[in-house]
């Protein structure tokens, strides 16, 4: 299934070291960024861009560091695969 490969994804470039699917600890719980996000039509080009960018203060005062060496084909599957849950 398409969304066992991109928690795969997620977990080959170590986004689970900082997120979880359904708790918050360094960063936002996935599921909190899907119901953020819900309905917005821009989501998948804001979140790729921050995930490959990094960036801080929508979640708190911790930044996200970037992720530059995440191809950008991978960082759309992830983050359409995280809207998604």
Do not use: R
Request: with cysteine; proline share 8%; glycine share 8%.
């Amino acid at each position: 299934p398409v969304a066992m490969a991109d928690e795969a994804l997620a977990k080959k470039f170590n986004c689970m070291a900082c997120h979880q699917l359904d708790k918050k600890s360094v960063g936002p719980a996935y599921k909190d960024v899907a119901k953020k996000y819900k309905g917005q039509a821009d989501a998948v080009a804001k979140l790729s861009e921050k995930v490959k960018k990094g960036g801080s203060g929508v979640w708190g005062p911790i930044p996200m560091p970037p992720n530059t060496a995440v191809p950008d084909a991978d960082v759309q599957k992830m983050v359409k695969w995280v809207l998604g849950l």
